[in-house]
């Protein structure tokens, strides 16, 4: 029997400024959730990437004195460094500047949507958030006139545009929401989601004057036109995969996606917009849109006015990738805000990582090495109850911590049973009870692979080799 496929997407990230815990949040979401899939033995694909053609990019670059282009090389090799640096295991990292392998299936979706009588020209007056990348409305925004998610003032912008008519979609988008046959997870966003269909879609301006952006991809047939950038944006779950291109292997292998991971702030663009382009382009819908909350410093949005951003390369630097991991998978629900401070990272660093899994896994390869004449001959048993469900669900927080139940359970089963003392009486007893020590750990690091490849191996290693594991988590004072 064939594997059953999985494809997974993060958003592709605005590269005007370094990603932060937000960004890292959402990537190591979906890196746990592909790497479980893959140790299911899934045929799994990976997706990131950057959303380049976007006015925030050239703003940046101007203030600077450089190139936009340029810019952007320097700032995409930085979130490729990050990748590596959190061992994030993605199979694809896209680029939504690559003449070669987006800006043909992003033309080629465009020609569908006319084909489909979905684009039409309008003059349009509106007001424009480049932070946003988004029309606003007047009763959106705060008092003062600004954007409500952006610190900026919106302009006023009167032009001819391309619009795509979004309003034809939203009953048949809403009755596949409501059927859950595009499921939006959790249920609470389903329901916001619901509610601003109900209200019905209107059309979006879906082109800008080429004149008057510096990045975009060209309207087929129109060079007096670019692409609105989510319209391009939102096309890279599938020219990654090949659409519009000679080669669609891919496509054919894994499309439709089994799920975008989004935060909350773009959960309209990917289930109404993309949905729209989609049934449009007679193409099938994703299965599901996971839609995670904010993380938030000290309960505020981190801003770089506030002083709170926290920068997960310095994390990485001071406690290692697979601190930040554990961090975000088991302190953060996918499903609600979440917040993380120096003090709280540190706190829970010592209790579950410095003195839980490490001080638990470095007790018993210490007994192991000293009382054990060889290695214990591990048994394979399945995940333990909960944990397969907890993903099926996607809720990794509660995945994580049924593994760190067991590694309570563990460490209280080691104080029952004392084996260090009963080693003295009682020899054969006392390794008996290490060899179960050693089993019970090697689910634990089983378990553990997703969150923790590095030091899952480590453990896994050390059990191999019974010996004491190489240091897992120093503790920091
Ligand atoms: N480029 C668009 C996405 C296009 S997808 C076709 C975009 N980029 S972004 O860089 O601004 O944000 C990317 C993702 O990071 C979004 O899912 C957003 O929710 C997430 N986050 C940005 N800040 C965040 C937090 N503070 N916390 C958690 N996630 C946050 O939007």
Redesign the pocket.
């Given at each position: 029997m064939q594997h059953p496929t999985f494809y997974i997407?993060?958003?592709?990230?605005?590269?005007?400024a370094k990603?932060?815990?937000?960004?890292a949040?959402?990537t190591t979401l979906c890196d746990i959730i592909a790497r479980y899939h893959r140790i299911k033995g899934d045929r799994t694909y990976f997706l990131s990437?950057?959303?380049e053609n976007?006015e925030k990019v050239v703003r940046e670059a101007v203030q600077r004195g450089i190139d936009p282009i340029e810019y952007l090389d320097s700032v995409v090799a930085e979130f490729e460094s990050l990748y590596e640096r959190l061992h994030i295991s993605h199979d694809q990292f896209i680029r939504t500047s690559d003449q070669v392998a987006h800006w043909p299936g992003a033309q080629a979706m465009w020609e569908q949507l006319v084909k489909s009588g979905d684009i039409y020209k309008q003059t349009y007056r509106g007001l424009y958030c480049v932070g946003a990348?988004s029309f606003v409305t007047e009763k959106d925004l705060r008092p003062g006139g600004l954007c409500p998610d952006h610190d900026e003032a919106p302009h006023v912008v009167e032009e001819e545009n391309y619009f795509f008519r979004l309003s034809k979609y939203t009953d048949v988008i809403r009755a596949k929401i409501e059927s859950d046959e595009l499921q939006i997870i959790p249920a609470s966003r389903k329901a916001e989601i619901l509610a601003l269909l109900r209200e019905g879609l209107t059309d979006v301006s879906f082109s800008r004057p080429a004149e008057k952006v510096t990045l975009g991809v060209p309207v087929p047939n129109d060079p007096s036109q670019k692409m609105y950038?989510?319209c391009d944006?939102?096309?890279?779950?599938i020219t990654a995969l090949g659409y519009g291109r000679s080669d669609s292997a891919l496509l054919q292998q894994f499309w439709p996606a089994n799920l975008?991971?989004?935060?909350?702030?773009?959960l309209r663009?990917?289930a109404a917009i993309?949905p729209a382009m989609l049934l449009s382009a007679g193409l099938p819908l994703p299965r599901a849109i996971l839609v995670?909350?904010?993380?938030?410093s000290g309960g505020r949005?981190?801003s770089k006015s506030l002083g709170n951003v926290i920068d997960p390369v310095e994390l990485i630097d001071e406690y290692g990738a697979e601190a930040v991991r554990y961090y975000l998978a088991r302190e953060v629900s996918p499903f609600e805000?979440?917040d993380i401070t120096h003090e709280t990272f540190k706190e829970v660093y010592n209790a579950n990582l410095a003195n839980g899994l490490g001080n638990l896994a470095a007790r018993i390869m210490t007994m192991a090495e000293k009382y054990l004449e060889e290695p214990v001959s591990i048994k394979k048993f399945p995940f333990p109850n909960g944990y397969e469900e907890a993903f099926a669900q996607y809720n990794i927080q509660r995945a994580a911590d049924i593994a760190w139940e067991d590694i309570g359970k563990l460490d209280a089963y080691i104080q029952e049973t004392q084996p260090f003392k009963i080693v003295k009486i009682d020899r054969e007893g006392a390794r008996a009870i290490i060899a179960e020590l050693v089993q019970r750990l090697s689910i634990i690091a089983h378990m553990l692979e997703p969150f923790l490849p590095e030091s899952a191996g480590k453990i896994q290693t050390a059990i191999a080799e019974n010996k004491k594991p190489e240091n897992l988590f120093a503790r920091k004072e």
């Open positions: 997407t993060t958003p592709i990230y605005y590269p005007n990603l932060h815990m937000g960004h949040y959402t990437g950057a959303d976007t990348e950038v989510w944006a939102l096309t890279n779950y975008h991971v989004v935060g909350k702030d773009i663009f990917h993309w995670h909350g904010m993380i938030t949005k981190m805000d979440g």
